[in-house]
């Protein structure tokens, strides 16, 4: 599938972006496990500021060099991600990464 018609697919309607339930909808696509690492390893790589949406300006930036996107290329992309994850200076950005999503969810009043 081309990259755009795969952003089209999941965006929202009448926005320019993938919002949580489009996330959910690829990563279950993809065979992704969402109580899993994946999908932040995938929200890693299209280095989303926000959990669990992605903009036009991240897909198109992380997807420019790909003519078709499969399961295949996902795939990949992942295990990628995971490889990285060996070499210390990497771990330590995708905890920091990680972390800030934590720490946006958490109120800060009871």
């Known amino acids: 599938m081309l990259p755009i018609s795969m952003f089209e697919k999941y965006k929202d309607k009448d926005e320019n972006y993938i919002s949580p339930s489009g996330f959910e909808a690829l990563a279950s ?3 992704l496990n969402m109580n899993e690492v994946d999908p932040l390893l995938l929200a890693w790589h299209f280095r989303c500021a926000n959990m669990g949406f992605i903009t036009s300006e991240e897909w198109t930036s992380t997807t420019k060099d790909f003519e078709e996107l499969d ?3 996902f795939e990949k992309i ?3 991600e995971k490889s990285s994850l060996k070499e210390k200076s990497q771990l330590k950005l995708f905890y920091r ?3 800030e999503f934590v720490v946006g969810c958490i109120p800060t009043k009871y």
Do not use: F
């Open 29 to 31: 696509d993809l065979g």
């Open 71 to 73: 399961n295949t290329v």
């Open 78 to 80: 992942i295990q990628n």
């Open 97 to 99: 990464y990680s972390g």
